[in-house]
């Protein structure tokens, strides 16, 4: 079946680093991805859509500048955390959308934790 | 307004119960697609089903059921006999066209803890 890679599975880094997450398609192609945010016992909130080869579209609330979004080929998204806060800290996952139209495939998430 | 509702936060039984767990959506849309997943304590996502908006069928899979009414925007859940390793959360989900992308909106996520 489609399989969607995500890395690092879990992260550990310092206060005002920053970090980025990688989402790969395996073996199909991705023309949109989604990225999710999960804070503990709540739900997954939408960050952004990114489309390949185009600015990822941001949900309202979220800053661009601090969580960018490059989708560079039709296999890989990555989400990278800028000058990233205790706050930051959540569990990060991403989704593409395929392999069929109305199919979505996610990865198996990245834990953030920032000291 | 909340596109997807699952109003139970945490329901616990005994094993071998049989447990519904409620979701109710909105959406414009007239052809859209809801979604279950499953969300156990490692975190990765398991898809369960994917319904269209067309097809009021009901569905069968082993223990799992689901039980899809248009006419009052639901889209329930049933595990029959349930086990132990059932014990997750559950997500329902909503893809729809919102300002001209496709999006999946997530309801709530309901807890179920099935013990022994």
């Known amino acids: 079946g489609a399989v969607v890679s995500q890395h690092p599975s879990r992260v550990i880094c310092k206060s005002g680093t920053s970090v980025k997450i990688e989402c790969r398609s395996l073996?199909?192609?991705?023309?949109?991805m989604f990225w999710y945010r999960q804070f503990p016992k709540q739900s997954l909130m939408l960050m952004a859509t990114s489309n390949e080869g185009s600015k990822a579209t941001y949900e309202q609330g979220v800053e661009k500048d601090k969580f960018l979004i490059n989708h560079a080929s039709l296999t890989l998204s990555t989400l990278t955390v800028t000058s990233a806060h205790p706050e930051d800290s959540s569990f990060y996952i991403c989704s593409a959308r395929g392999p069929s139209f109305y199919g979505y495939t996610f990865g198996s998430g990245t834990r953030l934790t920032v000291v | 307004a909340q596109k997807v509702t699952q109003a139970q936060t945490e329901i616990s039984v005994v094993e071998k119960e049989d447990v519904t767990l409620d979701c109710v959506y909105e959406?414009?849309?007239?052809?859209?697609?809801l979604f279950w997943y499953k969300q156990p304590p490692s975190g990765e996502l398991v898809f369960l089903i994917r319904r269209n908006s067309f097809d009021e069928q009901n569905e069968i899979s082993g223990r799992y059921s689901w039980n899809f009414q248009k006419s009052t925007s639901s889209f329930n859940f049933t595990i029959t006999a349930s086990q132990v390793v059932d014990s997750a959360v559950y997500f329902c989900a909503l893809s729809e066209v919102i300002q001209g992308a496709q999006k999946l909106v997530f309801g709530q996520g309901t807890r179920l803890t099935i013990n022994p």
């Open positions: 959406t414009r849309d007239t052809t859209y697609y």
């Open positions: 073996d199909f192609q991705a023309t949109t």
